[in-house]
């Protein structure tokens, strides 16, 4: 089980968002968390990121129980967050230089211009990303988020503000990702834009997830509303 | 698609703590040099007190020299709050903070990589700024002394005022928060370092500079420790 | 049935420390003899350095219950962390102005630069950014972790700024006011004197208690109420 969240929640002060929240998630397996705004879905990534503490219950990642081994999960998990997490004056190259040896890599030279051309960037490498479109800055960051080659992606929202081209480029990058072996999480609120991509889909609501679907199990306008169903249901 | 080079990542140890603290540093440093934004203002900023000071008060030149170090250090206060305030905005934008925290570095590290590029930011400011104020106040400020004591004092100033940046940026009202937070915690270092500029500039006996000399180092080791450890309470979520 | 209990101790508590402020008060205009140099202003001594110690008194307090908060994180902690810092703030502020009221007619001003003096409005400045950085962070967790955070520094540092003041006025003596460094108006205490001291300053750490208590109270029902109105808004 590369991710595991038994009773889960979390509260801001006395505002209950996520609670008794069961989630796992096999190794290799994409799973799109979808919801309403609001309802929880980037709470519950930064909780498996290592960015925030659980409230209540237990949570491990690669076997590993947080908050007690952030440090260790840090190592085994790249965040594609909606900003992008790069540094405007700095070069493609330069930013992915700085996280490369944040991470403690070695001889990273290959592996960032490996990574570079992966995500189309190559010819781009020494402008600086205040230069570069929304599109480009996704993914350079996921490139970034690949850099130290961690068994576990985490994506909020990626497609947040990315027009029609940006967002098939971000398609195909992920599904190579996918077919690489890596275990994926990713929120969004889209489900048409997002069903897809995943192995299965988990609708979060009122704080726990509400429905569970399998690629394939149902045709698209069937999902819409089994979606809104469970939505209205719990809330 | 093929990775033709896999890199390893190294198991955490000293050797890579310090090059996680070096790399944010270079870090903040290459962006400052590209945007130039940061001590242009501090520059800037600095020299407005100073002009303020000079017509504010009308010296001759004994009264001149005797208020020299208040100035200066009330000067360096000030446009210190921009340096840390900068060093710490800059990772707002794009989440860049969050970038930091994902990595697999001790808080410590993010907090000595900060403190170390704002301490270099507020030196280079006073290098600038000294030889301008000994020509305008007609004050010869390049003495070991005073450099020494401009040394002791900056690190003391950078090292409390980057955990108390660290606060502020993640409250609402955070530009105007920063020196409300430091100037009464921060009272030490400035009265040992405006007593010490004032012992070496007047030429007094070293006997009578070392109490605050031996003050301000003992501040300056006291509040890097405090802000070392409550660091990771302030980042933490 | 818990709390008809405490309701019992704190009606308890509040009637001691209002009798003992009017003991106090007793004392101070009735018993305490009328000090030869100052006259009866110096009647003000006994209340402004037992405003003083209470001052500092919530101050450590609040540094404690920081470093309480943040090794277990309970928020009772923080609650009372924020009502030491609103009372020590008042009485902080009550200590400069009576030092201020007794100033006048002695020394002709309205303010010392006498290091105690100083030290407190410098504690009372670090009360107030205390409040102000409180003010600045909506989610509760992090106020209350920021606060714990600058309540150790101030502790640290405010002491500190005191020894180094205190330095500064025995090489440089102060012009306007006593040229002792380390005594605001000194006079000799007579025992009748000493005891009303020791008593307002009882008197006054009773109150500092019953305020105290008043106040974490004050959070706890706040703190009930904003948990049950977002379990209505939630629809619970």
Redesign the interface.
Known sequence: MSIRAVKLGKS?????VLRQLDFEVSRGEFVVLIGPNGVGKTTLLRILASLIRPSFGQVWVEGLPLPQEAAQVRRQIGVVSHQSLLYGDLTAEENLRFYAQLYGLDRFGPRIRGLLDQVGLLSRQREPVRSFSRGMQQRLSLARALLHDPPILLLDEPYTGLDPQGGQMLDQLLQGVASQGRTIVMTSHDLQRAAPLGDRIDVLSRGRIAASFHRGEFPMDRLLSLYQQAVAAH? | MVETDRARARPAGPGNYFRSVGVIVWKDLAAELRSKELLGAMLVFALLVLLVFNFALELDLPLRQAVAPGVLWVTFAFAGTLGLNRSLALERERGCWEGLLLAPVDRSAIYLGKALGSFLFMAIMEALVLPIYSALYNVNLFQPGLLLVVLLGSIGYVS?GT??AA??I?????DV?LP??L??????VL??AV?ASAGFLSGAPMD?IW?WLN?LI??DV??VA?AYM?FE??V?? | MLRERESATRLALTGVAALLLLAALGMVFGYAPREAVMGEVQRIFYFHVSSAWVGMLSFVVAAVTGGLY?SRRERYWDLVQVASVEIGMVFGLIAILSGSIWARPVWNTWWTWDPRLVTTS?MV??Y??YL??R????????RA??G???A???V???P??F???R??RT?HPVVIGSGDASALGGFAMTPKMLETFLFSLLTFTVLYATLLVYRVRLALRA?AL??RR??LL??Y
């Open positions: 801001f002060g006395s505002r209950l809330g | 409390l955990l108390l606060m502020a993640q409250a609402r009202t955070r928060l409300i937070l100037f009464p915690v921060v009272l030490p009265i040992s007593n009578q109490p003050l003992a501040c006291i509040f405090v409550a309470y302030v933490e979520e | 943040l410098v400045l670090v107030a950014a102000l950085l003010q600045g962070v909506e989610e509760p967790e992090r972790r920021f714990a955070v600058y150790i520094v101030g640290i540092t405010v500190i700024t020894l180094s003041i330095f500064l090489i703190d904003e948990a977002s379990a939630a629809g």
